[in-house]
């Protein structure tokens, strides 16, 4: 019987979940990093923000929207747009129907990265995570991912804007 006040432990079985869990959310960003820098020149987390802007409408958002699909704050996401900016792939403007507001763009020459970059993505993401998978077990993962990500945050800004994204029918649904 638990005693009330007393840290719920995790059982053996719990704790080998646990910290294989902690290995993929340690190893897997890493090694998508380190497959975009080396085959595209980009971080995954540049990689997201040019995905976010492909998926848009007219492939512009918000900077307060790109930066909930990216899971990133403010300043971060403006400096990495910052940095796409310079090389040509995104643009930004004031929205000119509220000036409090900032508006990222994907350019063409964006659009040409993102889709010359998206077929290795896409293939380093099988290799880590569906090819060891089954077809259950890759449905079963998204199930569990569901709700594990329904505990650390139901208002998931991430996935929901994703998930618009999808039904939109934009390209990045089809890059992973």
């Not at 040409?112 to 259950?136: M, N």
């Not at 999808?166 to 890059?175: I, K, L, V």
Request: glycine share 10%.
């Amino acid at each position: 019987m638990e005693n009330p006040g007393e840290p719920r432990w995790l059982d053996s079985d719990e704790r080998e979940v646990w910290l294989t869990l902690v290995g993929v959310m340690t190893k897997l960003p890493g090694a998508l990093d380190a497959q975009l820098q080396r085959d595209a020149g980009l971080s995954h987390f540049e990689y997201m923000v040019l995905a976010g802007l492909s998926e848009a409408p007219e492939r512009t958002r918000r900077m307060s929207d790109l930066a909930g699909f990216t899971e990133s704050g403010l300043p971060r996401l403006s400096q990495v747009v910052g940095r796409l900016e310079k090389r040509g792939w995104v643009s930004r403007c004031t929205d000119p129907t509220d000036g409090r507001i900032t508006l990222a763009t994907l350019t063409d020459e964006g659009l040409a990265k993102i889709a010359d970059s998206a077929p290795g993505h896409v293939e380093a993401v099988r290799k880590l995570v569906f090819d060891p998978l089954t077809r259950a077990q890759s449905r079963q993962l998204g199930i569990i991912g569901k709700r594990i990500m329904g505990a650390v945050d139901p208002a998931d800004r991430c996935l929901q804007g994703m998930a618009r994204s999808q039904g939109s029918g934009h390209a990045e649904s089809r890059r992973g």
